[in-house]
């Protein structure tokens, strides 16, 4: 089992920066691939960024690539996500995500944690 609690979202304006924590229970935290979420209000959840066990493989949907940033840090059971340029339609609910396998498919994984609010304002 793996317990996640995001941390980090906020309102922030357009252009400003905001960085997101997720941390893990368990000691095998490196074993499992990364991911994160969003989802905006009638919309699907959608494939944000992805990150690997090793922390060597990182995978950004377009609509991100270029302005967030996701890491980890396995001594501290945390994943992070950068999130710099922000946009409104940025908004959304933000979930990090985790599985055994390196997977961009939401339905992949296997444990979710709350999820955090970033609202953009314009």
């Known amino acids: 089992q793996v317990q996640l609690v995001e941390s980090g979202g906020g309102l922030v304006q357009a252009g400003g920066s905001l960085r997101l924590s997720c941390a893990a229970s368990g000691r095998t935290f490196r074993s499992y691939a990364m991911g994160w979420f969003r989802q905006a209000p009638g919309k699907e959840r959608e494939f944000v960024a992805a990150?690997?066990?090793?922390?060597?493989?990182?995978d950004y949907a377009d609509s991100v690539k270029g302005r967030f940033i996701i890491s980890r840090d396995n001594a501290k059971n945390t994943v992070y996500l950068q999130m710099n340029s922000l946009k409104p339609e940025d908004t959304a609910v933000y979930y990090c995500?985790?599985?055994?396998?390196?997977?961009?498919?939401?339905?992949?994984?296997?444990?979710w944690g709350q999820g955090t609010q970033v609202t953009v304002s314009s």
């Open positions: 995500a985790a599985h055994r396998f390196y997977t961009l498919v939401a339905r992949n994984y296997d444990y």
């Open positions: 990150i690997s066990g090793t922390g060597r493989s990182t």
